[in-house]
């Protein structure tokens, strides 16, 4: 019976976490977004949610959002203005550079910055943070740097 019971309550916490909307940090500003015990500032720090990360949100209660770190599983509440519905696509691009094949990823937005590693045509990246004519991206590989957006295409 306690078997029947564990595996029927399995099966509604997976049913009920299917239904929470999946949202994105979007603090590009300084890269982050606290998660705390409660809804609002005054309440303890229980991680740093990096610029991009995927959270499910599970209840509301005025401004703020309880809500499930997807890396961590760490849950806590987050202001809902810097956790953002992600459109389709309008973040992922492939560096297009059929000329010469590859496109520098650097270690600041401007040309002057070093090379962090060639990122050949056709890999694909996810824009983080715009300023300018520039992108900081996230690299297939994990790598993170600035590229120029001139060449990055949907």
């Excluded at 770190?69 to 956790?83: I, P, Q, V």
């Excluded at 983080?128 to 990055?152: I, P, T």
Aim: aromatic share 10%; proline share 3%.
């Amino acid at each position: 019976m306690i078997r029947i019971l564990s595996a029927l309550m399995f099966f509604v916490l997976m049913a009920v976490s299917a239904q929470a909307e999946m949202r994105r940090v979007n603090s590009p500003g300084d890269g982050y977004l606290n998660l705390r015990t409660g809804p609002g500032s005054s309440y303890d720090i229980v991680r740093r949610m990096t610029h991009g990360a995927k959270v499910d949100v599970l209840e509301a209660k005025g401004g703020w959002l309880r809500v499930r770190h997807r890396t961590s599983g760490r849950e806590g509440w987050a202001y809902s203005k810097y956790l953002v519905r992600p459109k389709a696509n309008t973040l992922q691009r492939r560096v297009y550079s059929p000329g010469d094949g590859f496109l520098n990823l650097r270690s600041g937005p401007g040309g002057d910055f070093k090379i962090l590693r060639r990122m050949h045509h056709g890999d694909r990246v996810r824009i983080l943070e715009r300023k300018g004519s520039w992108v900081r991206v996230r690299h297939s590989s994990g790598a993170q740097g600035w590229a120029f957006a001139k060449y990055l295409r949907q």
